[in-house]
T-cell receptor, first 114, second 114 residues
């Protein structure tokens, strides 16, 4: 069964460093998303992406964040200058279409900022 | 604005018994989807079940069923014949038709006792 994959599973970085989190969505899906979950808290929406552009973003998704689909399979989240409070689990998700409600999540990348 | 409420931070159930996890929601959009995800200790988010706001019947997926009461704006998850592997965090989520983001509740930690 097709699934969303994410790499790395765990990333440790120093405060102020740039990180890139990678995702490979399900191959025939057209909508892509990033969510984050701070330890012990609820899952929060960051951004949605369709047709090579951001379709929606939350107030969390500030100028430090960017997303990109550099090729036909990868979908990346970049954090330009990490802060301690960026430490969280980051989930990538994809859905078949905008009218297809169900979003399928990847296994997550745990980001630790020291 | 969307709001998802899960009032049970933790629940216990005996193996082979049924358990109901509560979820209420608030939206002014007549078109929306309701979801339940399971998050085991390993951290991934596993899609369990989906209910559309216009669906006439309650959704079922194997041992999972969704008790959808539209007038009360509730979407409780029922797990029948609980298994030890059901021990996990369970998140209720909602997505409005016109939005790409999915909003999550705070989650319920289910523990299945042998």
């Amino acid at each position: 069964e097709p699934e969303v994959t994410q790499t790395p599973s765990h990333q440790v970085t120093q405060m102020g460093q740039e990180v890139i989190l990678r995702c490979v969505p399900i191959s025939n899906h057209l909508y892509f998303y990033w969510y984050r979950q701070i330890l012990g808290q609820k899952v929060e929406f960051l951004v949605s992406f369709y047709n090579n552009e951001i379709s929606e973003k939350s107030e969390i998704f500030d100028d430090q964040f960017s997303v990109e689909r550099p090729d036909g399979s990868n979908f990346t989240l970049k954090i330009r200058s990490t802060k301690l409070e960026d430490s969280a689990m980051y989930f990538c998700a994809s859905s078949l279409s905008g009218s297809s409600y169900t979003q399928y999540f990847g296994p997550g990348t745990r980001l630790t900022v020291l | 604005a969307q709001k998802i409420t899960q009032t049970q931070p933790g629940m216990f159930v005996q193996e082979k018994e049924a358990v109901t996890l509560d979820c209420t929601y608030d939206t002014s959009d007549p078109s929306y989807g309701l979801f339940w995800y399971k998050q085991p200790s390993s951290g991934e988010m596993i899609f369990l079940i989906y209910q559309g706001s216009y669906d006439q019947q309650n959704a079922t997926e194997g041992r999972y069923s969704l008790n959808f009461q539209k007038a009360r704006k509730s979407a409780n998850l029922v797990i029948s014949a609980s298994q030890l592997g059901d021990s996990a965090m369970y998140f209720c989520a909602m997505r409005e038709y016109n939005n790409n983001d999915m909003r999550f509740g705070a989650g319920t930690r289910l523990t299945v006792k042998p």
